[in-house]
């Protein structure tokens, strides 16, 4: 079974993972009154990248998804990011 895209439904925001020719793109939809509908890319993973690379990027699609603290961290916990990660890295094919 091939995923090509999955949606997942964040704290405030959903983030939306879609597969491309290099791997994968998380998009988060933003309505605005002049532009109408936009999809603006948080992330790009590729499958040539290496883990900690793309843990990088999962941790800022976290982000979005889980919310931030008051540092601008995170508010998730390590296994939530990688639950993030391996969503990720399954609809890019790593």
Do not use: F, P
Not at 15 to 21: A, D, F, M
């Amino acid at each position: 079974m091939n995923i090509k895209t999955i949606v997942i439904e964040g704290h405030e925001k959903d983030v939306k993972i879609s597969r491309t020719e290099r791997g994968a793109e998380a998009t988060i939809e933003q309505n605005t009154r002049h532009a109408g509908r936009q999809d603006i890319c948080i992330a790009h993973i590729a499958r040539d990248e290496d883990r900690d690379a793309r843990y990088a990027k999962a941790l800022e699609v976290a982000k979005v998804v889980y919310g931030t603290d008051r540092r601008g961290r995170a508010a998730a916990t390590n296994s939530m990011v990688h639950d993030v990660l391996n969503e990720m890295e399954r609809v890019a094919g790593c």
